[in-house]
């Protein structure tokens, strides 16, 4: 993590809510996010941390409150004040999203090798050489052997998909990766790798990741510091271990106490 | 002065036991100096993991002050202090030693001692080198066989895990450390080498304080010792 000073964060989320008619999805979540930090969202489904995720990643703009990102000119910019040309730009060169279900995140009928050459493409990369030299770089990095490079995804394994899956996210080196249960649907020693992978990958690309996750034992293992949610309401936040640890309001107490060893 | 604790009371509110509470610590008033060993002394369930568990911020005072100097310079004030700054307190001044040791999956026992140097080094190749360098010093010196040290430390035994605990916490020389009965599982040999590195951490002028099980381990490093019964409130 680089030097505490007084510069701005990376994301800024202040007073998001949303509704579905009567009924609050979302109520007033606000963070900070820097540089290098890996934040979890816990709570059980219908808590709200999908919806929370949605709205700071410019998928389902909020009925109230801001979302800002801290573009390379160093100034914070709201996202939803944001042409639809920015925010997708944005989408394929400085985020990333992972998630749940690998089918959403790959194009299931081109190669592995195009999958990950694509957003270089889309920022101009059109040296064939090159794109496929850092394709086999990165399929090499997540651990997927280079001979599968002009396979589709389709003949994968769900470990595999969700390994190209980041692969296509990280290639262009982004700076906030979303990832929405990245690791539930996998057997267990899958998930292990998985994990591992995403925990060495944010730690060598300094990456800031916000993870919605149901698995206290994901948060304990890859982030810094969590946030519980429970219909619709961030309940309890700080560092991950206090959290998990010292767990203060009553839904934590629960989440926390239904679990194994997390 | 690198630490003081100025009126710190820690109590469980317990939501789903009928909202029972418990107070475990009143008003601690304590501060911890460079170069010394403060020895927490006091039976079992008196709250001395805890009083350390607050000074790592792992567990959130009730109330009162937690200050520490950092190895920057500055104060910080633990109980008010962002995820951030207590993530950055712990990597560059506070080392925390706890009874066990919580492995990652796949990562070797090399990697483990050696990753507060890799992540300080910025993953370079050059400063990852001289961080193994480093961490297969410590190994050696902790006896952990050199046919384990490309293995993951699941599978070790619980000593062998201790050990690689105490080496990843103590690697990075921080201004302070905090054990939790760092020689519970270990042989005569061990603990006498855990014994050396502590009474080496004083002599650099670090401040420590740690739980032993071991009377005779307390003897040797404690500089200073502290019980904790008094802290211990009526209710």
Redesign the interface.
Known sequence: ?PT?DNSLPLLRVRGVGKRYGDRVALEDASFEL?PG?VMAVVGESGSGKTTLLNAIAARSRPDVGQVEFLGRDGQLQDIYTMSQAQQRLLGRTDWGFVHQNAADGLRMDVSAGANVGERLMGLGERHYGQLRSTAQEWLARVEIDTARIDDTPRTFSGGMRQRLQIARNLVTSPRLVFMDEPTSGLDVSVQ??L??ML?QLT??MQLAVVIVTHDLAVA??LA??MMVMQRGCVVE???T??VL??P???YT??LV?SVLQP | MMLQMKQVSKRFTLHHQNGAELQVLNQVDMSLSAGECVVLDGPSGMGKSTLLKLMYANYRATSGQIEVQQADGSLLELTQASPRELVRMRRDTMGYVSQFLRVIPRVSALDVVAEPLIEDGAEQAPAIEAAREQACMWLTRLRIPEGLWHLPPATFSGGEQQRINIARNMIKPRPILLLDEPTASLDAANTQTVIDLIQEAVARGAALVGIFHDAHVGAAVATRRLDVAQFRSAT
Do not use: I, K, T, V
């Open positions: 993590m505490l820097w930090e292990a790798r994990l591992d925990r730690r060598q304990r293992l810094h510091r936040a700080g560092l271990d206090q640890d010292d203060q309001h009553p107490q629960l106490s």
